[in-house]
């Protein structure tokens, strides 16, 4: 099985290009700075990061084409594709690509306006959904006092 899921921001604007033809289709790429999990105690100031080229076709490149923008923060599933070419100089250059099957935003509206990766230029499309409460908070119910003996665990 080939499946890949990351979750990070986008280093650049998506590069949109159409392909020739009757039927044009979009080709969006991006590259996705993805925090690792886990850091060595060792490596100092090194790279804490990894960064994935990719690449997404139809739909979800029109899609990263018109929402996606630099410092946004997103989902991304998909699968692993490698690939070689020769280029001008005759050298052998070998191509690792996450082809972009799912693509979804990690953060609010809010959140990414918040941390400064949000650019007027291109915006969100507006949502229809209320935004919660304050009172909610966290978005879990306070148990009351005095219940703890009727709940059905310890």
Known sequence: MNKVILMGRLTRDPEVRYSQGENSTAVARY????????????????????????VAFGRSGEFAEKYFRKGLKVVVTGRIQTGSYTNQEGQRVYTTDVVVEDQEFAESKAASEASGSFHQSGGFA???RPAPSA?????????PDGIDEELPFN
């Open 126 to 128: 507006p949502s229809d």
């Open 31 to 54: 590259t996705l700075a993805v925090d690792r999990r886990f850091t060595r105690r060792d490596s100092g100031d090194q790279q804490t990061a990894d960064f994935i080229q990719c």
């Open 135 to 143: 009172a909610v908070g966290d978005g879990f119910m306070n148990i």
